[in-house]
């Protein structure tokens, strides 16, 4: 990752005030190449908090499937809902002795040390498909998949982590906008093109 666009990426994002949004080109693990727009400046924290009171007070109406049952749906809820109020502690610890936050207010732009990748986390507000990917068959437990079927429903489950990659392009700010595939943009978005 030593090539001039990737450093002058992470300068810019960490000297870069008022980022909200962030439009990327994003190819995964599995092959799929999707344009994504993401919102840096949400906080998974207040996501979580209305998530939980949402749960709490109208809940989650069951979704009858041939998949799972209705005990099934119950115990997805209930494990559901505890993830919410218990973070992995042990996951967490280990996350912050990996990265540089470089963006303090949220934790939304890091830096992997080890592997000297920017990691972008943010809610994922769009996702348009340009290539799809391989994805490999699932046996997945009836309980898993209920527990797919209630995620559609939180606002949490929509924050993604995106590890940029082999980034091409020119960074350029323009208003309050990145533009790394040196196109000019008025949204108050970046934009990288990330392979």
């Given at each position: 990752m030593e090539n001039g666009i990737y450093k002058l990426l992470l300068d810019t994002l960490m000297n870069y005030k008022g980022i909200g949004y962030i439009?990327?080109?994003y190819r995964n693990k599995q092959g799929e190449l999707s344009k994504r727009l993401m919102n840096l400046g949400a906080k998974i924290e207040n996501a979580k908090k209305k998530d939980l009171a949402m749960m709490e007070s109208e809940g989650i109406p069951y979704v009858a499937s041939?998949?799972?049952t209705k005990a099934d749906w119950d115990m997805a809820m209930a494990e559901t809902k505890q993830s919410l109020i218990k973070a992995?502690?042990?996951r967490s610890e280990g996350q912050k002795n990996a990265y540089i936050v470089l963006n303090e207010e949220n934790g939304s732009v890091k830096y992997n040390m080890n592997t000297q990748e920017i990691y972008l986390f943010g809610k994922s507000e769009k996702k348009e498909v340009i290539e799809a990917g391989v994805y490999p068959t699932v046996n997945s437990r009836a309980k898993t998949i209920a527990?797919?079927?209630?995620k559609k429903s939180l606002t949490s489950a929509k924050f993604r982590a995106m590890i940029l990659k082999n980034v091409s392009g020119s960074v350029k700010v323009n208003k309050q906008v990145i533009?790394?595939?040196g196109q000019d943009r008025t949204e108050d978005v970046i934009e990288i093109v990330v392979d």
């Open positions: 439009s990327l080109q041939t998949k799972y992995d502690e042990v527990k797919e079927a209630i533009n790394v595939d």
